[in-house]
């Protein structure tokens, strides 16, 4: 049978397209002794159900040693015959020991010829879970979990208020479309991304399993309803769902003043569009070629580092909203700068000091957490919170100067701004 997992098993255990803080490692599995693995698993999967940084929840890898977070390869493994007992032992933990009750995927997987097995505990909607202190305490009352880091820790004081507070609201992109019918994804653009992805779930042959196990519908009543994640990443247009889901380039080469105007709407799965602007941008005059008369060869140069643009506009596209918002993302590439702008503006606990040159912006909740799920999956986005760094960090190799970053006191907008680089 096909494993459930978004990317490769190869893959997560190298942290390509998942953030280390959402992939944990354990060599072994045993529920003897305080602390035991399997009580340090149940709490995992609690705190990633239960999803306070709206990643949509993480992994849990069983069978594999890990040093300072880094899995060691090949994996210690596990013995085939044990694989089978261990999920039902987590299936039983968790319809004990969870409340309410959570049920992870397991997928056991072989790499390097030794068995492992992929735990993966996606987002809950019944957030929060609690989690027993113990195995061997009665019921299920317990704790609350969550992630820290790498870390999972107990909800306490602060934290578990601003659990309570988070866990009331489902971001948007993961959402039901109860105005929409599960026909209207488009079986190839999945089928697409899963082979993008080195999923092991192309081969499934029944495209609404894939739908469900992809966690792009969810049965309601009689019949299946869309996410709202699956209408802006497999349908052909996602702007007829959420008229704010396009991408405006438009080009000033005489500058606002100017009299020509040059625009293009980019539409399409949101995959798409990102692809299309970065590639208009490039085609319009991001690299410069200068012939000199004292040497046969071209100086080239980048007006604007390709890096960071494809940083600046991926950001763009992930963290704005598209519930209710008809404003498209919008780049305007005039002739000392390039704007990218999206809407609304940032989330509110999100400071303009943050953005600063050195700072890492702080882990506040993702706006669109399976937004950012499968464009990590497709290695367009980074890491949670490195984008800024990695913008600052391009434009400083390409000898520009510093991009700018602001927003209006309101938060109705959040613009990016690239200068060209001197000559």
């Known amino acids: 049978m096909p494993t459930p997992l978004l990317i490769a098993p190869r893959d997560l255990l190298h942290l390509r397209g998942v953030e280390s803080e959402r992939v944990e490692f354990k060599a072994r599995w045993s529920e003897t002794g305080p602390r035991s693995p399997a009580e340090q698993i149940l709490h995992s999967i609690c705190a990633f159900a239960n999803d306070l940084h709206e990643l949509n929840g993480g992994y849990v890898v069983v069978g594999v040693d890990a040093a300072d977070g880094v899995a060691q390869l090949p994996p210690r493994g596990l013995a085939p015959s044990s694989v089978e007992e261990i999920q039902k032992r987590i299936r039983v933990l968790c319809r004990t020991k969870l409340e309410p009750e959570y049920q992870p995927r397991c997928s056991p997987a072989t790499v390097d010829g030794r068995e492992v097995l992929v735990i993966w505990a996606p987002a809950s909607d019944n957030r929060p879970h609690r989690a027993a202190r113990r195995l061997d305490q009665e019921g299920r009352a317990g704790a609350f979990w969550v992630r820290l880091g790498a870390e999972t820790v107990e909800a306490r004081g602060e934290l578990e208020r601003e659990l309570l507070a988070l866990t009331a ?15 209207e994804i488009r079986a190839s ?3 697409e991304f899963l082979r993008d992805t080195g999923s092991d779930l192309a081969r ?19 019949h299946e309803l869309p996410r709202n994640v699956a209408l802006l990443f497999f349908t052909e247009d996602p702007g007829r769902a959420f008229p704010g889901a396009r991408v405006e380039v438009v080009e000033l080469p005489d500058g606002p003043a100017g ?33 000199t008369a004292d040497r046969p060869e071209a100086a080239t140069w980048e007006r604007y580092p390709l890096a960071a643009v494809e940083e600046a506009v991926v950001n763009a596209v992930y963290h704005r909203s598209y519930e209710g918002t008809p404003e498209p993302t919008k780049v305007e590439i005039l002739p000392d700068r390039l704007e990218i702008t999206s809407y609304p503006g940032p989330v509110p606990s999100l400071r303009p000091e943050d953005l600063q040159p050195g700072r890492r912006p702080p882990p506040v909740p993702a706006r669109n957490r399976r937004i950012g799920e499968f464009l990590k999956a497709l290695r367009l986005a980074e890491q949670h919170r490195t984008g800024i760094p990695r913008i600052y960090r391009a434009m ?8 700018r970053f602001d927003f209006d006191e309101a938060r109705t907008w959040f613009r990016v701004t690239l200068p060209a680089a001197p000559g």
């Open 259 to 291: 009299d020509r105007i040059d625009e293009v709407t980019l539409r399409g799965p949101l995959p798409k569009q990102i692809r299309d602007c970065v590639d208009h941008v490039r085609r319009h005059g991001l690299r410069h070629i200068r012939k």
């Open 169 to 183: 609201k489902i971001p948007f992109d993961d959402r039901r479309a109860p105005d929409h019918d599960v026909s």
């Open 189 to 191: 653009l999945v089928r």
């Open 396 to 403: 400083e190799l390409n000898g520009s100067p510093p991009p």
């Open 204 to 222: 499934e042959a029944d495209d609404l399993e894939v739908f469900r196990q992809l966690g792009l519908c969810r049965r309601a009543n009689s």
